[in-house]
């Protein structure tokens, strides 16, 4: 008997041990293991819960800028002192500097040179000969003189991009320093050197708009995760910088408009009478007021003034300074209040003639609606002012940014160029919030601004026209980039220097993902709370990645290892696959007593699948809509239109299960469905990335059900999962994934229809498979309730 025994065991550890060999994914790939070690230990600085630590601390620089902009040699000048707080518990021997304006250089660049092929025969005539060694084109910053506030030297060294200054003594913990430094550089056209800050010029007219940006000496952050951040400006990977305070003068032909970074603090004095007059006006206006008019704007095009102003503006805990100026600029504003924090803020835009029939119309209404929908689900716009400078471009710094959108000369656009000049606004507006109060290091982690502010881009174009034709957010919108062969791939967790594909992989990809989450994964509640607390845990602090990761998971409670393993570390698309279905009947002689319900309600008819889920949700919870900007916020309420017999959706579907005791022969006829059909889904994931599993059910009475399957079914085996289902009527077919809401990268094989049902066992197979059973269960006396179609 022992041998028999023994025998059996064997074979039941064969089998399984053969059974692991042949599934090495069941659950052995660590999908769902936690990231453990890939994250940074806990300390006192940056907890375990993702919040900033009792220790926590960063820098401070404050900065006193004067700058002169000689617009006949296209050069600007500057002077500035810096004040800078050593908050940290080291000593410093040196501090670093970015001069990021040296990446225009073509001898005190970055060098990071780029792959090159020999050109298209059509390009021969435009070669001239390779210059060796590269000849100086005059541009970048010329140091004219490193003090410290006495006035003595101080030592230092240019290493491309970066600055090192060497100070006499450490500077210890606590303690500040003053320095300053004068430098100019010459402008360069930025449309035909491209680059973020610079000017362009309009022929036509003769005039210039000047976008400056990286302009002057800037503090590199000093942090307790990295010590300097002295990476190298290459054009790409952008800034990581210092909070401070900002006190900036500008001097500038007369006939200029500034929009700067913070408050101008004399407009009495840089504006006519009437100008300062519609500048009072629109700050208690709910409407845009021009305060510099279209009229002024150009017949200052043809003044060209020789006379000087200085614009004085000053910004408080801001990482940044940036400024447009121009005699082009029609400037309009008006008033925007944030109630979540009562802040009254000046919501202005700066722009030419060529953009006029757009900007007027759209752009400052575009500007209010950001700040207030991105203060609803991160934090409370803070700053007092918020602007929007077309110049052709997309670049974004606090409080101001530039954009693009300009209409053919006729005065005429297209719904194209709308919809993009009222994407690039909404989404250059919203980096206020993404790095530029949430302020992550966007050098090494180009996603914690760009795919994070997508992300809430999607949001708030989604509130300001139901039909906004977004890029990115939904789903479907990233699976041509998650179809690409792996070797395309990188992860999100990629530095900014080092992608191959930047749009889709630090924006696109991580918006998505959020979306998911918020969607599909936690739902909105949850995911809104985390989002938002992470968002203030942060704000005006220096977060790593995680910080945001860690913070998601400690305020909603969902372990979401899996998703940010698979997501964000891997480059596994999602691909999952109905392999087949399988039919059977109950037997009924065999339903277990006490039996207990399950109760599904049907729901209302889905609209079209190409139509993301967010945009119908957010109909359903009547989300007030901004429609077209130049109309009233209005209710936009949504109301399904069938079209067919209406769905009782409070019809409620009964399933049993409960204990293998058979039910007698008076409970067989109380209350007992004989109509109920089992129906088992096995499903493969041939993707790799593991996703909860959506199911849409079509009866044949034209009737649906959906059903949500937790991710965690994975678990166990990460490659093949079944499901059984039980209904009262019969299914007609089985849509996986109806609303495209998991970047299913095949929808081929998410269909199954009743005429490819697997047929229902033999008799011979159904006893075979109640004697293997038996071997594994043992004697338990357990009856197997289902039995194949057809019984007699």
Known sequence: MKLKVLALLFACVFLSAQNIQNNPGSNHGNKFEQLGTILPTPNTYRTASGAPGTQYWQQKADYDIYAYLDEEKRNLKGSETITY????????????????????????????????????????????PSEIPVKDNGYGVNLEKVTDASGKA???????????????????????????????????????????????????????????????????????????????FTGRGEFALV??????????????????????????????????????????????????????????????????????????????????????????????????????????????????????KFSTKAVAHTIKTYSEFTIPY???????????????????????????????????????????????????????????????????????????????????????????????????????PKDDLEPIMTNSENIAKFGPNAYSKPATGLNILRETIMGRELFDKAFKTYSQRWAFRHPEPADFFRTMEDASG?????????????????????????????????????????????????????EDISKIRNRDENIKFYVDGDKDVQDFYYKYDRGQEKIDTNKEYVLKSGSTEKLSAQDKTQGINKNITAYQIDFTNKGGLVMPIILEFTFEDGSKLKDKINVQIWRQNEQKVSKTYYFDKKLKSVQLDPMKETADIDTSNNLWTANSATEAPSKFQIFKQ???????????????????????
């Open 85 to 128: 707080y050593n908050n940290s518990p080291d000593e410093l021997e040196y501090l670093w500097l970015q001069l990021d304006e040296n990446q225009q250089s073509s001898v005190k660049n970055a060098d990071y040179p780029s792959s090159s092929i020999l050109p298209k025969s059509s390009n021969i005539d435009k070669l001239s």
């Open 558 to 610: 969902e372990d979401l290892d899996w998703f940010w393993r698979g997501w964000f570390y891997q480059t596994d698309p999602v691909d999952i696959a109905i392999d087949k279905v399988t039919v059977a009947i109950p037997d009924f002689d065999a339903l277990p007593r006490e039996a207990k319900e399950t109760k599904y309600k049907a729901d209302a008819p889905l609209l079209n699948e190409f």
């Open 382 to 484: 803070p700053y007092p002012v918020a602007q929007s400078v077309e110049a052709s471009n997309g670049m974004e710094y606090p409080m101001i940014c530039f954009n693009y959108g300009r209409t053919e000369k006729d005065g005429t656009y297209s719904e194209a160029i709308k919809n993009g000049m009222l994407g690039v606004i909404i989404h250059e507006v919203g980096h206020n919030f993404f790095p530029m109060i949430i302020n992550s290091d966007e050098r090494q982690w180009s996603w914690m601004d760009e795919g994070l502010n997508t992300f809430v881009e999607y949001l708030t174009e989604e509130k300001w026209d139901n039909k906004f034709p977004s890029k990115r957010g939904p789903a479907w919108t990233i699976v041509d980039y998650m179809k690409l």
């Open 243 to 360: 909070f401070g305070n900002y006190k900036v003068s500008l001097n500038v032909p007369a006939d200029h408009i500034i929009g700067g970074t913070g408050v101008c603090k004399n407009y009495d004095q840089v504006l006519t009478p009437a100008q300062f007059a519609r500048y009072r006006q629109a700050e208690n206006s709910n409407e845009p007021i021009e305060i510099v008019t279209l009229d002024e704007a150009k017949k200052a095009e043809k003044s060209k003034s020789k006379e000087r102003k200085i614009w004085k503006f000053e910004a408080e805990n801001v990482r940044d300074f940036a400024w447009g100026s121009s005699r082009k600029f029609v400037w309009d504003g008006m008033k925007v209040l944030i109630p979540e924090n009562n802040n009254k803020v000046m919501a202005m835009s700066f722009y030419g003639k060529e953009a006029y029939g757009l900007y007027r």
């Open 770 to 792: 109640s004697q293997q059973d038996a071997v594994r269960g043992g004697a338990s006396g357990k009856v197997n309730p289902m039995q194949a179609s057809g019984k007699k």
């Open 154 to 232: 101080l030592k230092y060294v240019v290493n491309k991009t970066m600055m090192r200054i060497d100070l006499a003594k450490p500077l210890k913990a606590g303690e500040k320093f003053t320095f300053k430094i004068d430098w100019n550089y010459n402008i360069p056209n930025r449309i035909e050197k491209g680059g973020r800050g610079g000017y362009e010029n309009f022929a036509e007219d003769g005039n210039d708009i000047y976008t400056i940006a990286q302009w002057f000496p800037r503090m590199c952050v000093y942090s307790d995760f990295q010590g300097w951040q002295n990476h190298q």
